[in-house]
């Protein structure tokens, strides 16, 4: 796996959701939270991609000196399951390197609000890493926001196109503002710094 990197390349950080505000507050959607807390942080607003499906917002996350990096935030407005196509158009655009893509996505397998960062893998099901890996090859980084499986009997499908519960949502803002800070560590100081800060 080549992961080498120079300091001053570029980072790629995409969100993945549904575009709609039908989807705003669904699980699928915490990608787009955790990048639009992203984009408040850096000061700016989203805008259209010239042809690629997707919003983009340029700036630099990290404190001022070495450890500050350039960073593309990326919302696709593709639908989860087209979204490799725009990350791939955006990433070759602004010439970013595959392991300086980050996808912070929902994972069903952890629990609520527990967060777990790696590098590469497998998709697990989910249809936005599956498109990203489909046309980039797997080895990207990962932001995975837990949110558990679903109650008894519901469909995965269901669970994962309703909104956070009233009960989720009282600890909502505090786990994606901990999920943007592990962005951020993640571009700043790496990802074994990054694993040791936020795999709880």
């Known amino acids: 796996m080549d992961v080498t990197t120079a300091a001053n390349d570029p980072w790629l950080v995409v969100g993945l959701g549904n575009p709609g505000p039908e989807y705003a507050m669904n699980r699928h959607n915490v990608g787009f939270m955790v990048v639009d807390l992203l984009a408040e942080r850096i000061g700016g607003k989203f805008k259209r991609a010239g042809k690629a499906q997707a919003q983009v917002l340029e700036g630099r996350i990290g404190p001022v000196g070495p450890e500050n990096r350039r960073v593309i935030l990326v919302k696709p407005t593709s639908y989860m ?12 655009f602004y010439k970013v390197p595959l392991a300086n893509v980050v ?17 590469g893998g ?22 995975r926001f837990g949110i558990g499986r679903p109650p008894g009997r519901m469909q995965v499908a269901d669970f994962v ?19 943007a800070d592990s962005v951020e560590c993640l571009l700043a100081e790496g990802l074994e710094r990054a694993q040791s800060a936020y795999n709880s």
Not at 81 to 92: E, I, K, M, T, Y
Not at 103 to 119: N, P
Not at 123 to 133: F, P, Q, R, V, Y
Not at 163 to 179: M, P, T
Request: no cysteine; hydrophobic share 35%; net charge negative.
């Open 81 to 92: 399951n087209l979204s490799g196509g725009p990350v791939n158009a955006l990433r070759d």
């Open 103 to 119: 996808a912070v996505h929902d994972e069903l397998d952890i629990d609520y609000g527990t967060l777990r960062l790696k590098l």
């Open 122 to 143: 497998g998709d697990n099901g989910h249809n936005g890493l599956k498109s990203m890996t489909k046309a980039m090859g797997p080895d990207y980084h990962r932001v």
């Open 161 to 179: 196109l309703k909104d956070f519960s009233s009960a989720e949502r009282k600890e909502l803002d505090y786990f994606v503002d901990r999920a």
